[in-house]
């Protein structure tokens, strides 16, 4: 089970921005810090409190925070 809260807060981490600022429909895009680092820190995240891997690719088509948590959702019941 993927803590969200959790997810959310480490990704505002990752993006140096409030957690109050960061809502399923924020696109990242629009973040200053969303750059190739931010992207790693994402991978390595998911990974490490989700156990899934996910790719570059993948992390380059997630626009909004959702579509993260959307891709991380697939990823779990693809491994299942």
Do not use: C, Y
């Not at 505002?12 to 750059?35: C, K, M, Q």
């Not at 409190?49 to 626009?63: C, H």
Request: net charge negative.
């Amino acid at each position: 089970m993927v803590d969200l809260v959790k997810m959310r807060a480490s990704i505002a981490e990752i993006l140096f921005i409030p957690v109050d600022e960061l809502h399923g429909e924020t696109r990242l895009e629009n973040s200053d810090n969303w750059d190739s680092m931010a992207r790693i820190g994402i991978i390595a995240l998911v990974f490490e409190q989700v156990g899934v891997s996910v790719s570059g690719e993948e992390i380059e088509r997630v626009v909004t925070v959702q579509d993260l948590f959307d891709l991380i959702d697939r990823k779990i019941k693809d491994a299942a």
